[in-house]
């Protein structure tokens, strides 16, 4: 475990309390703005974690998460190298949603753009009054390649993702949860405590528990319904046999609350 150390990427840093990491987009003066080096921040917290951690926060700094791409350092690629840049932040963000940590957001002003499409990568997600949901790059005359058709896509649904793209429309905390863009909203300042509450019950619950949640879940989503139930029947078996299960009953039978990180 760590307590209180902090890591500096190149536009991130890490604070580490516990078996709790915070993972902090550190661009204010770019409404931190995503570029390749975000994405490599990225990269690298999620396929070398901190050993011990449990959980993660996602937040940005300076009143904004994400505000999508960074139009200033923009490359104009061939088609073929955009294939390939795409795809690399396609593999990133499958990093965060299946790497098997929970990883919480806290979404503050901007969401927009890439920033949603990372926002759509977490398995939980908390917006302040602040927050505004976008995707305006049908208004830029681009197109999403962070991964926003499967992911923003399958939350809201293709049409109600075509009018948004079109319109360059834009959503507010309420809307957003009503949506499934954002499952908690909370007021300002509030998110950042919020998070902390729930990546420690998260935390706390059992490993493999945790893991097949976030790996088995909208896999089975992408299945036909008998696929999907055969799916289910392998995970649960395979979870009624680890020892988070024995722990679990352990505690039920004692009249406790389980332990299952000792």
């Not at 706390?204 to 299945?223: E, Q, V």
Request: aromatic share 6%; with cysteine.
């Amino acid at each position: 475990m760590h307590d209180g150390s902090t890591r500096t990427g190149a536009v991130t840093r890490v604070e580490i309390d516990g078996d709790i990491a915070t993972l902090i987009f550190d661009r204010p003066e770019k409404r931190n703005a995503m570029n390749d080096a975000l994405i490599d921040d990225l990269d690298h917290f999620f396929s070398h974690p901190p050993e011990g951690v449990n959980a993660v926060i996602l937040r940005g700094e300076g009143g904004h998460f994400c505000s999508g791409l960074d139009l200033a350092e923009h490359e104009h690629r061939p088609p073929i190298d955009g294939v390939y840049h795409s795809r690399n932040w396609h593999r990133v963000s499958e990093l965060i949603e299946f790497g098997g940590l929970p990883v919480i957001s806290v979404l503050t002003g901007a969401v927009i753009g890439g920033g949603l499409e990372i926002a759509a990568s977490t398995h939980v997600r908390i917006a302040e009054p602040t927050a505004r949901f976008q995707l305006p790059e049908g208004r830029r005359g681009i197109f999403v390649g962070g991964g926003a058709t499967v992911r923003v896509g399958r939350i809201i649904g293709p049409d109600r993702m075509r009018e948004m793209m079109l319109t360059g429309r834009n959503y507010g905390a309420e809307d957003a949860v009503s949506l499934g863009l954002a499952h908690y909203s909370v007021g300002e300042g509030e998110g950042l405590d919020l998070a902390h509450k729930l990546a420690r019950k998260i935390a706390d619950n059992a490993p493999f528990s945790n893991y097949l949640m976030i790996n088995a879940l909208s896999r089975i989503g992408d299945m036909s319904r008998s696929d999907g139930l055969f799916t289910e029947s392998l995970a649960a078996a395979m979870c009624q046999t680890s020892d988070g299960a024995k722990e679990g009953l352990r505690a039920f039978l004692e009249k406790r609350e389980p332990n299952f990180r000792k």
